[in-house]
C-alpha cells in the first residue's frame, strides 16, 4: 500500500509538466547581419495567461552550446502564432546548421528541435 501511494504521488507531481503543452515552431529564418546572426522564430502555443505561456526560445550548436536566447516576457494569448527575433547571435565560422528549441512556463525546454541550415 505504502509503495503504491509513493508511485501515486510521484506521478501526481509530474502531472502539471507532463499534460502542459509545449511551444510549436512553425517558421525560423536566420541571415547573416555584420559579425554575427539574426534568427525570426515564429511560435504557436495554446497560451492561457501568466500561469501558462511560451517564455522563450534558443539557438544552440550540435554540441548542445547555447549560441543565443530571447526570453519571451509576457503571454501572447491572443496574437497566434508570434514572431521575435534575436539579432547578433555569433555563430562559429565554418558551423552550418543550428538548432532552434522552444520553452513553455509549464513544461519547460521542449525535447524537439527545429534544425536550421546557414547559408553565410
Known sequence: MKTALSLLFVIALGAPAALADSPRIIRVTAEKAGMGWRF???L???DSGWDHYADGW???AANGKVL???ALMHPHVKEQPFTR?????MVPDGMREVFVRARCSQAGWASDTVTVHLRP
Not at 527575433?85 to 547571435?89: H, Y
Open 40 to 42: 525570426d522564430v515564429t
Open 44 to 46: 504557436s502555443h495554446p
Open 58 to 60: 534558443e539557438v544552440i
Open 68 to 70: 543565443g536566447q530571447r
Open 85 to 89: 527575433s534575436l539579432v547578433n547571435v
